[in-house]
């Protein structure tokens, strides 16, 4: 199957479960304080739906806009704007009739649903899985490093032993630690085998989004072709998979971020690659002032670079020795719970970018949620994915916009505070003011998706 329509009914069928999780959240405790749920539905039932039936007092289906769903509660001002029923006198069963704290409890349910569903679903991966991991020795070449950190003291070739002091189990989390965490200091080991221990800017996540520097640890690869973007600068110079760049202008390569700083230097001028193929390369010999040469069965291939400065080439990746810990049911709980909480802390982390001129420009809407899942279908990383979602779709609710959970809860802890109850009218208004920032946000974030899809 086309790994579109993959990505696609992973993404469907995720966020059917967490959306109907979410509204149970809300329905749930309506229902234990006595409120009537008049609706109940699966995405939004915009002019008709393609599934409905009514039980009892509640109508369930499933609607054909899948942008979300929801539970409609009656007297209560949300997104369906039912003026007719709030002009009503208030009836014992609707939602402005109960206390506030049962308001309260009614309008966090949703939110606390995704944040439990998220934790549980993390427990549930690691006790049948279990967490993969790297060390420092599953990499015998160490890291490629970016030149930003190379005037902290890094070194192409080092090895991430510990952070603040601490060993890094997975030594591939150094880039989400320093840009999403507090770290003052990464002890490495350099290539000579000597350790140290480096201090870190306390801006470095800043720094490394505003220079686009999101992965500045990289494990060294050797330059040898895997794929060729079709109508590329390499493909039309005659580039193959499987070809190894032997040097760049006369210079050697030895690993992978050696060749892109070279394209990078080049300007966009022409290049004279050379390359092997199928065993050509045959010696390497020193001229009189102990420069290599190149000798023998080589081929030279001349190649220029498009406007971005990129050939168009993607490296053949090693295959790592990928470490799997196994937990018990007892230990997964823990660990569970610890892999919920620094999904969440790095989620709000980073949320800050986006209120920046770059982050405006990635944020992402369901195409780039629906990227987040694997080309082929994968248990674990579905689950994993969904998790994930799971707690960004609870941090988002929060938010303390109108129409949004956060935004009622909001108003709540107003009423509760000051005594008084917001004008209804007021909050109508600000109500429909919160629906169209959501609208506007949404059409953003789609619109983002769509020209990425077209131009990049």
Known sequence: MDPFFIKALQLILSLSILIVLHELGHFIPAKIFKTRVEKFFLFFDVKFALFKKKIGGTVYGIGWLPLGGYVKIAGMIDESMDKEQMAQPPQPWEFRSKPAWQRLIIMLGGVTVNIVLGFLIYMMVLFVWGS????????????????????????DGDKVIKVDGEELKNTIDINKYLMLRDVNNVTVQHPDGKKETISIPEDIGSTMFQQGVMLPFVPMEY?????????????RAGLQKGDR???????????WHELTRQVKASQDEELRLVIQREGEFESMELDGEGKKLLAGGMKTIKITPDEEGKLGVYPKITRLNIRHEKYSLGESVVKGFDLAYWTLHDYVAQFKYVFTKKGATQVGGFGAIGGLFPDQWNWQAFWM????????????????????DGGHVMFLLYEMISGRKPNEKFMEYAQLVGFFLLIALVLFANGNDIYRWLFE
């Open 132 to 155: 993969p991991y790297i060390t420092p020795e599953d990499l015998p070449n160490g890291f490629a490093v970016d030149d930003t950190f190379k005037e902290m003291g890094f070194q």
């Open 223 to 235: 330059p040898i072709l895997d794929s060729i973007t079709a109508d590329s600068p390499a493909e």
């Open 245 to 255: 760049i032997i040097a760049v202008n006369d210079t050697e390569i030895g690993y």
């Open 385 to 404: 994915t969904t998790a994930f979602i799971s707690i960004i779709l609870a941090f988002m609710n929060i938010l303390p916009i109108p129409a949004l």
